[in-house]
């Protein structure tokens, strides 16, 4: 029978951890108390950098579009991948080590790669408006990262391509594990594709969904390079999320206390989202 683990066990672990995470993040909060430039001395003023979070339209908007940016990143990602999983996995596709590499490309290449190749997708004269003339839609071309309306959701499909590959491998290797019993017991008992889904295969993937949900959420609200190789905020601030305002009052404005706020603010955020999302998925097993 083992015994408790000493204290001392673990703490050349927690000391690295302190040093690396807890003081920066200690130090962004006692700088976000203070009006400074970076430069030239600090004032203290308290909160009011936080009532500025809360109260200035611009950065309530960046917040709004990372919301949005959660329903690409996590959301249809989700959606695609159970489906795409279940047919993977029940149809007993050959090469499936194969295709799983494939799907996972896009976690493994630097993220400003991927931006910098979907820039390229999205100009004027890019791929994708030269495919749309090729079969006669001409009236749906657009400047796709150029458009008020439209810039956002073309950002948000960048991350959807990113993220089904993750999400549709955490799925697959929850399917793998479900006995063929219970749908062979399913499909006597009368069940159909659709009812053997909801009933057997998404309840029992409830754990790699949470983690799914968990890791793409945490991307969805951190991501900067992917906004700022592509858009750069705009047009406009149509694009701006939390880290992009981060990097642009810090180095742009000159607003550090600003900036630090505002990480100390989408830290607690991303922290609370992602907490509320392991305890539903605790709950519901």
């Given at each position: 029978?083992?015994?408790?683990t000493p ?11 302190a040093?690396f995470?807890?003081?920066?993040l ?7 108390l ?8 600090a ?14 339209g611009?950065?309530?908007?960046a917040?709004g579009?990372?919301?949005?940016l ?7 990602p ?5 489906v ?10 050959r ?7 494939v ?7 630097a993220?400003v790669?991927?931006?910098?190749a979907?820039?390229?997708i999205y100009a004027?004269d890019?791929h994708l ?7 006669g ?23 959807t ?5 993750l999400v549709?491998?955490?799925l ?6 479900v ?16 009812r053997?889904?909801?009933?057997i ?5 409830r754990?790699?969904?949470v983690?799914?949900?968990t ?12 906004v700022?190789?592509?858009t ?6 149509t ?8 990097y ?16 100390v603010?989408l ?7 992602n907490?509320?999302?392991?305890r ?6």
């Amino acid at each position: 029978m083992y015994g408790a683990t000493p204290y001392w066990f673990v703490l050349p672990a927690f000391v690295v951890y302190a040093i690396f995470l807890l003081y920066p993040l200690g130090k962004a909060v006692q700088i976000s108390l203070y009006e400074w430039d970076g430069l030239t001395l600090a004032t203290f003023v308290g909160l009011a950098n936080y009532a500025e979070v809360l109260t200035d339209g611009a950065l309530r908007a960046a917040f709004g579009h990372a919301a949005v940016l959660i329903f690409f990143f996590s959301v249809l990602p989700l959606g695609i991948g159970l489906v795409l999983a279940a047919l993977l996995v029940r149809a007993r596709v050959r090469g499936l080590a194969f295709f799983r590499t494939v799907v996972f490309l896009p976690q493994v290449i630097a993220m400003v790669v991927v931006a910098v190749a979907w820039r390229q997708i999205y100009a004027p004269d890019g791929h994708l408006n030269t495919l749309l003339r090729a079969v006669g839609l001409d009236a749906l071309t657009r400047t796709w990262l150029g458009d008020f309306t439209l810039t956002l959701p073309a950002v948000g499909l960048i991350g959807t391509w990113v993220s089904t590959g993750l999400v549709t491998v955490l799925l697959m290797s929850g399917m793998t594990r479900v006995p063929t019993e219970l749908y062979e017991a399913a499909r006597l008992d009368g069940a159909g594709p659709v009812r053997t889904f909801l009933a057997i295969t998404v309840p029992s993937v409830r754990a790699e969904v949470v983690v799914a949900l968990t890791l793409t959420i945490v991307a969805a609200l951190k991501t900067f390079d992917l906004v700022y190789v592509t858009t750069g905020g705009g047009p406009g601030s149509t694009t701006t999320v939390p880290s992009f305002e981060v990097y642009r009052r810090a180095f742009e404005l000159g607003q550090v206390g600003s900036a630090a706020a505002v990480a100390v603010v989408l830290t607690v955020l991303i922290f609370g989202v992602n907490l509320a999302v392991n305890r539903i998925g605790e709950r519901e097993r």
